[in-house]
């Protein structure tokens, strides 16, 4: 079974940062685009960011300019760097596959004014 791991959330005060992570298997990190999806308390759920394969990058132009998708191949793993964090970014974040309809378990991220 397919599985992609999330760590790195956390509770910081708006200004700060945090790095989330996914891991996956090589074979479907080297393979497919991955991304990130976020969801607020009574809120739909809504991209983020996604990286290709080959690392083409497309990100939400609500955290362009703040926030870095990136990916390392020799760890297999996918980072979303959040600079500059406001109290709107708090959600539980998920890393995603969407090719093959793989969710990370999601991972908490509070900003507090």
């Known amino acids: 079974q397919v599985q992609a791991v999330e760590s790195g959330g956390g509770l910081v005060q708006a200004g700060e940062s945090l790095r989330l992570s996914c891991a996956t298997a090589?074979?479907?990190?080297?393979?497919?685009?991955m991304g990130w999806h976020r969801q607020a308390p009574g809120k739909e759920r809504e991209l983020v960011a996604m990286?290709?394969?080959?690392?083409?990058?497309n990100v939400a132009p609500s955290v362009k300019g703040r926030f870095t998708i990136s990916r390392d191949n020799a760890k297999n793993t996918m980072y979303l760097q959040m600079n500059s964090l406001k109290p709107e970014d708090t959600a539980v974040y998920y890393c995603?596959?969407?090719?093959?309809?793989?969710w990370g378990q999601g991972t908490q991220v509070t900003v507090s004014s």
């Open positions: 995603n596959i969407p090719r093959i309809n793989v």
């Open positions: 090589e074979f479907i990190f080297r393979s497919f685009e």
């Open positions: 990286i290709s394969s080959g690392g083409s990058v």
